[in-house]
């Protein structure tokens, strides 16, 4: 899966195990599992003696064996799947056509149809374990006429747990897609796999149980609208007759049986517990901290290590867990710590220091830029920019601003990834860099001001057309202000030289061109999410940072930390610049909408506000540790003015 270089021992050693383990624990789990949908779906309160008996003889069955035999096999196959698609940054879509797009890429396609047919086998299975009138697709049919020869009719009950195993697969797949459920988030608070498990556990039967109620409603809508298509298909290719004496199930009365919606009920929660299972214990073995040496005596040894892990090019999954192993090891560990400290022999360099520094520098570095990226979009009111003119900005912005910038920008730069821009679209590289976050004029969200910027003029206007006054100035739209803004303070609105001028109605674009570009532009909380999606590999960077720093006043006997700490107090403070001009927009600062029961995981949500709070912690930190030592630490002016204010505790 992965080379050599790039963490193919890692995959190995410890993702492929831990990933087998997990599917080994949900196979262990399938018989308590199975054993209780058993009870569930022969469950009676008249005759509890007979019920028991029912499932003790159900259990021991043949069919029973080789359903979950079956069941074993769809286990380890959902096992399997989530393992390939498993990631540990969310795809965020910031339009609806970006969705659309990701929801009929054929390797989503394949993953939906996948689990479609595994819904088809686990219903089979769950019509021959219920049994009754579920257990068989044919019958003998009834004898009208008494010396006709027998025929074989349709059971159009098992039929319907068959479809409806189906069309759950492949909703739960769907969802999948949509709602990142196979987003593998890192817990705050590091847990034994044990206890983790059992906390987790009331919440997958919630969510199992709710979403089995609205997949069996969805499911009745189809069918009763559609299920005489599948119907009638399988009596032409299985030649199968259709028993007349019986009632069909497509109509309003054959839907209401209340033994069969409970069982269609039932069997849909099992389904989704089993795979919700599944799920669960991956992400809990795949996220437990792994401890990476910091140091090696052999060199063979060499790529295991810390530093060597976070300064080169690895899967990201083994990329998070490095961070999170160094998060840990700043807070808890001593003698790792004092290994990050030391020196190497013979030549006395920090080398651990400083290759652990200059990755959290990069990362830091890297959000920073794309931060203020995403702020010269909306400088220009979401109009989107063609690569090459972008470049060709950023290439003259550089080397004209490159002394006024050097001295409070820190040494260790990366380049700044498109993957916040390109993920939410489905673009070739000549697509625009900002098109996600092209505001939507017609949603609520839009401010007035624009709306009134962007209106066409009255012909007799006289600001209709070209100014050539020399003494009206062009005056660009503030990057922070709003309408709320201006009336507050009373200044006037945006000069109307600024304005463009109408376009002929002509040019307008056609309806269709219209509705395809409404359903490109950006929805209003999605982009910052986008923005944010990594955020977790930056909080700890700054928790690492920050806690190896307080550290060093204390165990640092070489002064290797002192070397740097301008550069992290620099990237620190131009970061929470960045963070602070980005919750000024609209939208930013909003609290997202609680997710409703979901087998999702909706964290990623909320990592903005997250690393907002984790910035000002890490520099609170460093100053309440360091105090007035911080006053001899060379900065820029405005990087010590807004220090002082951490150092007086008023921010």
Same mark, same amino acid.
């Given at each position: 899966?992965?080379?050599a270089?790039?963490?193919?021992?890692?995959?190995?050693?410890?993702?492929?195990w831990?990933?087998a383990?997990?599917?080994?624990?949900s196979?262990?789990?399938?018989?308590?599992?199975?054993?209780?949908?058993?009870?569930?779906?022969?469950?009676?309160?008249l005759?509890?003696?007979?019920?028991?008996a029912?499932?003790?003889?159900?259990l021991?069955?043949?069919?029973?064996?080789?359903?979950?035999?079956l069941?074993?096999?769809?286990?380890i196959?959902?096992g399997?799947?989530?393992?390939?698609?498993y990631?540990?940054i969310?795809?965020?879509?910031?339009?609806?056509?970006?969705?659309?797009?990701?929801?009929l890429?054929?390797?989503?396609?394949?993953y939906?149809?996948?689990?479609?047919?595994?819904?088809?086998?686990?219903?089979?299975c769950?019509?021959?374990?219920?049994?009754?009138?579920?257990?068989t697709?044919?019958?003998?049919?009834?004898?009208t006429d008494?010396?006709?020869?027998?025929?074989?009719?349709?059971?159009?009950?098992?039929?319907?747990?068959?479809?409806?195993?189906?069309?759950?697969?492949?909703?739960?797949?769907?969802?999948?897609?949509?709602?990142?459920?196979?987003?593998v988030?890192?817990?705050?608070?590091?847990?034994?796999?044990?206890?983790?498990? =059992?906390?987790?556990?009331?919440?997958?039967v919630?969510?199992?149980?709710?979403?089995a109620?609205?997949?069996?409603?969805?499911?009745?809508?189809?069918?009763f609208?559609?299920?005489?298509?599948?119907?009638?298909?399988?009596?032409?290719?299985?030649?199968?007759?259709?028993?007349?004496?019986?009632?069909?199930?497509?109509? +309003?009365?054959?839907?209401?049986?209340?033994?069969?919606?409970y069982?269609?009920?039932?069997?849909?929660?099992?389904?989704?517990?089993s795979w919700?299972i599944?799920?669960?214990?991956?992400?809990?073995?795949?996220?437990?901290?792994?401890?990476?040496?910091?140091?090696?005596?052999?060199?063979?040894?060499?790529?295991?290590?810390?530093p060597?892990?976070?300064?080169?090019?690895?899967?990201?999954?083994?990329?998070f867990?490095?961070?999170?192993?160094?998060?840990?090891?700043?807070?808890?560990?001593?003698?790792?710590?004092?290994?990050?400290?030391?020196?190497?022999q013979?030549?006395?360099?920090?080398?651990n220091?400083?290759? +652990?520094? =200059?990755?959290?520098?990069?990362?830091?570095?890297?959000?920073?830029?794309?931060l203020?990226?995403?702020?010269?979009?909306?400088?220009?009111?979401?109009?989107?920019?063609?690569?090459?003119?972008s470049?060709?900005?950023?290439?003259?912005?550089?080397?004209?601003?490159t002394e006024?910038?050097m001295?409070s920008?820190?040494?260790f730069?990366? =380049?700044?990834?498109?993957?916040? /821009?390109?993920?939410?679209?489905?673009?070739?590289p000549?697509?625009?860099?900002?098109?996600?976050?092209t505001?939507?004029?017609?949603?609520?969200?839009?401010?007035?001001?624009?709306?009134?910027?962007?209106?066409?003029?009255?012909?007799?206007?006289?600001?209709?057309?070209?100014?050539?006054?020399?003494h009206?100035?062009?005056?660009?739209?503030?990057?922070?202000?709003?309408?709320?803004?201006?009336?507050?303070?009373?200044?006037? @609105?945006?000069?109307p030289?600024?304005?463009?001028?109408?376009?002929?109605?002509?040019?307008?674009?056609? /309806?269709?061109?219209?509705?395809?570009?409404?359903?490109?532009?950006?929805?209003?909380?999605?982009?910052?999410?986008?923005?944010?999606?990594?955020?977790?590999?930056?909080?700890?960077a700054?928790?690492g940072?920050?806690?190896?720093?307080?550290?060093?006043?204390?165990?640092?006997?070489?002064?290797?930390?002192?070397?740097?700490?301008?550069?992290?107090?620099?990237?620190?403070?131009?970061?929470q610049?960045a963070?602070?001009?980005?919750?000024?927009?609209?939208?930013?600062?909003?609290? @997202?909408?609680?997710?409703?029961?979901?087998?999702?995981?909706?964290?990623?949500?909320?990592?903005?506000?997250?690393?907002?709070?984790?910035?000002?912690?890490?520099?609170?930190?460093?100053?309440s540790?360091?105090?007035?030592?911080?006053?001899?630490?060379?900065?820029s002016?405005?990087?010590?003015?807004?220090?002082?204010?951490?150092?007086e505790?008023?921010?």
């Amino acid at each position: 899966m992965f080379s050599a270089g790039s963490g193919y021992w890692f995959t190995q050693k410890v993702l492929c195990w831990r990933a087998a383990a997990s599917i080994a624990w949900s196979v262990l789990l399938l018989p308590a599992t199975t054993a209780a949908f058993v009870v569930l779906s022969k469950f009676s309160i008249l005759h509890p003696v007979r019920m028991l008996a029912d499932c003790a003889s159900v259990l021991v069955s043949a069919g029973s064996v080789f359903s979950f035999i079956l069941l074993t096999g769809v286990i380890i196959m959902v096992g399997f799947l989530t393992f390939e698609y498993y990631t540990v940054i969310p795809m965020i879509a910031c339009s609806k056509v970006a969705l659309l797009g990701r929801l009929l890429h054929p390797r989503q396609l394949l993953y939906c149809l996948a689990h479609g047919l595994m819904g088809v086998v686990v219903g089979w299975c769950c019509a021959v374990t219920i049994g009754y009138r579920y257990e068989t697709l044919g019958s003998v049919c009834p004898k009208t006429d008494g010396d006709g020869p027998a025929h074989m009719c349709l059971n159009e009950h098992h039929l319907l747990l068959l479809l409806e195993g189906g069309f759950v697969g492949l909703s739960h797949g769907l969802l999948g897609v949509i709602h990142n459920m196979n987003y593998v988030s890192f817990g705050t608070v590091q847990q034994h796999k044990y206890l983790c498990f =059992k906390g987790s556990l009331p919440l997958a039967v919630k969510c199992s149980a709710a979403q089995a109620f609205y997949s069996v409603r969805n499911f009745l809508v189809f069918y009763f609208f559609l299920g005489h298509i599948p119907r009638a298909w399988i009596c032409r290719s299985l030649s199968l007759h259709l028993d007349s004496s019986a009632h069909p199930l497509d109509t +309003i009365s054959g839907l209401l049986d209340l033994s069969l919606l409970y069982h269609l009920w039932i069997s849909a929660a099992y389904l989704l517990f089993s795979w919700c299972i599944t799920l669960l214990l991956f992400r809990i073995f795949v996220t437990e901290a792994y401890s990476f040496p910091v140091q090696s005596t052999f060199t063979e040894e060499a790529p295991q290590c810390l530093p060597k892990v976070l300064s080169e090019k690895q899967p990201m999954i083994l990329k998070f867990l490095a961070l999170q192993d160094l998060s840990l090891l700043s807070q808890h560990s001593p003698s790792r710590r004092s290994q990050v400290f030391s020196l190497s022999q013979p030549g006395g360099h920090a080398h651990n220091w400083n290759a +652990i520094s =200059k990755e959290c520098l990069s990362l830091l570095a890297e959000l920073t830029q794309r931060l203020v990226s995403y702020h010269e979009t909306v400088a220009t009111n979401g109009r989107t920019k063609s690569l090459s003119s972008s470049s060709e900005q950023k290439t003259s912005s550089e080397s004209s601003g490159t002394e006024d910038s050097m001295s409070s920008r820190p040494a260790f730069l990366m =380049k700044t990834p498109a993957s916040v /821009f390109l993920r939410s679209m489905g673009a070739g590289p000549q697509s625009p860099l900002t098109s996600p976050f092209t505001p939507d004029l017609d949603s609520p969200f839009a401010s007035p001001t624009l709306r009134r910027l962007t209106a066409p003029l009255d012909p007799g206007s006289p600001w209709h057309g070209s100014v050539q006054s020399p003494h009206v100035m062009r005056r660009a739209p503030k990057l922070w202000s709003t309408s709320t803004d201006s009336q507050v303070n009373g200044s006037p @609105p945006a000069s109307p030289a600024s304005l463009p001028s109408p376009k002929p109605e002509s040019s307008r674009p056609s /309806f269709l061109a219209q509705f395809f570009q409404n359903r490109r532009e950006q929805l209003p909380e999605a982009s910052s999410q986008a923005l944010f999606a990594d955020s977790q590999a930056h909080i700890w960077a700054l928790e690492g940072l920050s806690y190896l720093v307080q550290a060093s006043f204390t165990e640092d006997q070489f002064g290797v930390v002192q070397t740097t700490l301008p550069s992290i107090l620099s990237s620190m403070l131009l970061l929470q610049e960045a963070v602070d001009r980005h919750f000024k927009l609209p939208h930013a600062s909003s609290k @997202p909408v609680r997710s409703p029961v979901s087998l999702g995981d909706s964290s990623h949500k909320t990592l903005r506000f997250a690393l907002r709070a984790t910035l000002k912690t890490a520099i609170y930190r460093i100053t309440s540790t360091f105090g007035a030592h911080l006053h001899a630490v060379q900065m820029s002016a405005e990087h010590r003015k807004r220090l002082q204010h951490f150092l007086e505790y008023k921010e």
